[in-house]
């Protein structure tokens, strides 16, 4: 069992920035591929970005090249750097490990408004 837990929401104006963080548990977390996920009110949960075990790292186009996908396999963390935030960024952010099995956070909320 993976245990994740989000943190670095908040509510910021456009074109700001802000860094996710996600912490998991496991002693084996270099093993895990991660991931961020957003759902945003009355639609489907969406894929953000992805970044695997060896360090690879995959964007949905909607935020490439304002988003970036890390990992400290020390600190048993991934994070998500936001730049430039827009209006339609707003969404709660899951953070997801698959190693075995499918993992998910219980979100942080993300909210870009002026």
């Known amino acids: 069992q993976v245990q994740l837990v989000e943190s670095g929401g908040g509510l910021v104006q456009p074109g700001g920035s802000l860094r996710l963080s996600c912490a998991a548990s496991?002693?084996?977390?270099?093993?895990?591929?991660m991931g961020w996920y957003r759902q945003a009110p009355g639609k489907q949960r969406e894929l953000v970005a992805t970044?695997?075990?060896?360090?690879?790292?995959n964007y949905a186009d909607s935020v490439k090249g304002r988003f970036t996908i890390s990992r400290d396999n020390a600190k048993n963390t991934v994070y998500l750097q936001m730049n430039s935030l827009k209006p339609e960024d707003t969404a709660d952010y899951y953070c997801?490990?698959?190693?075995?099995?499918?993992?998910w956070g219980r979100g942080t909320q993300v909210t870009v408004s002026s």
């Open positions: 970044i695997t075990s060896s360090g690879m790292s």
């Open positions: 997801n490990a698959w190693y075995k099995g499918n993992y």
């Open positions: 496991g002693s084996i977390f270099r093993l895990y591929a």
